[in-house]
Nanobody, 115 residues
Framework: QVQLVESGGGLVQPGGSLRLSCAAS????????MGWYRQAPGKQREWVAF???????KYRDSVKGRFTISRDNGKNTLDLQMNNLKPEDTAVYYC?????????WGQGTQVTVSS
């Protein structure tokens, strides 16, 4: 059973940067398209970015040009580099399969953008 563990969140000022990481257990990580999702207080979970097994990427419009998703299939890790963060990026961030989850959701990592 695949387990997903997110890390790297924190409190950052507007305009700052954070790098999130997702560690996945199991040997089948490399065959899945993977995505980053986020859930802000009182809102539904939404997708942020995804990357296919071959490395193709796509981003939601609000993060294009600021966020970069990457993966290391040898290490079973998925990263999200977030630059020029805005208060509206505040949320709990999760990783999972794309377009739908293939494992139980992890606890996520909190990102708070505030001055």
């Amino acid at each position: 059973q695949v387990q997903l563990v997110e890390s790297g969140g924190g409190l950052v000022q507007p305009g700052g940067s954070l790098r999130l990481s997702c560690a996945a257990s199991g040997s089948t990580f490399s065959i899945y398209a993977m995505g980053w999702y986020r859930q802000a207080p009182g809102k539904q979970r939404e997708w942020v970015a995804f990357i296919t097994s071959g490395g193709s990427t796509k981003y939601r419009d609000s993060v294009k040009g600021r966020f970069t998703i990457s993966r290391d299939n040898g290490k079973n890790t998925l990263d999200l580099q977030m630059n020029n963060l805005k208060p509206e990026d505040t949320a709990v961030y999760y990783c999972n399969g794309w377009p739908g989850p293939f494992a139980a959701w992890g606890q996520g990592t909190q990102v708070t953008v505030s001055s």
